[in-house]
Every structure is written in C-alpha cells, then in structure tokens.
Nanobody, 122 residues
Framework: QVLLVESGGGLVQAGGSLRLSCAASGRTFSTYARGWFRQAPGKEREFVAAISWRGSSTYYADSVKGRFTISRDNAKNTVYLQMNSLKPEDTAVYYC???????????????WGQGTQVTVSS
C-alpha cells in the first residue's frame, strides 16, 4: 500500500511560519516529482509548489512566490514546504502529491496524501 502522510499543519498568526512535511511509505517516490496543492472551503484545489525528482527545479504559484520554499530529501522519501510570511488567504487544507513528471494541475497528480489543515488568523 502506498501512503503519503502530511504533517506540520496548525494555527498560526498572520506573518508567522509553518513547515509542512510529506512522508511517503509503501514504495519509493525518489524518481517522482512531488508537489503541494491546497483547497480552501468552497474553492477548487489549486497548485502551490512542485519540485523535480532531483530537486534541481522548483515551481511556485504566483501567490506564494518569495514566501514559500519547497524541498525534498530522497533518502527520507520526504518533501517539505516551508511557509513564511503567512497570510489569512493561505488558510486551506494542504495536500501533497506525487507524479511521474512535474504537475501544476491536480489532474496530473497520481498519488495524494490525506491533507493537513493550515489556518492563518489575522
């Protein structure tokens, strides 16, 4: 069974920081691109950030560019999302995903985690 498990979500004040982690088990995703998406209530799931399997290329949504950083540790089969200068509009359930190639739309993701809630208070 393949599992992607997110952790690190929580409640933070605007301007604060959180670090999300997504650990994979069941099989290795070391040659898969990994990414983060988020979904706010009443909205569609949207792309946040993605990283190539080597970690040499990263991609960000314009709304998070300069504030969020995606990274990965293939030895640990884990991807991270460092979120700084958080804003209330970043409030959402954050999902990690894996795909054979970089995916900036949810349709391109082959495996999903269960999600972790991030709430930013004003």
């Amino acid at each position: 069974q393949v599992l992607l498990v997110e952790s690190g979500g929580g409640l933070v004040q605007a301007g604060g920081s959180l670090r999300l982690s997504c650990a994979a088990s069941g099989r290795t995703f070391s040659t898969y691109a990994r990414g983060w998406f988020r979904q706010a209530p009443g909205k569609e799931r949207e792309f946040v950030a993605a990283i190539s399997w080597r970690g040499s290329s990263t991609y960000y949504a314009d709304s998070v560019k300069g504030r969020f950083t995606i990274s990965r540790d293939n030895a640990k089969n884990t991807v991270y999302l460092q979120m700084n200068s958080l804003k209330p509009e970043d409030t959402a359930v954050y999902y990690c995903g894996a795909a054979p190639t970089i995916a900036t739309s949810s349709g391109g993701v082959s495996d999903w985690g269960q999600g972790t809630q991030v709430t930013v208070s004003s």
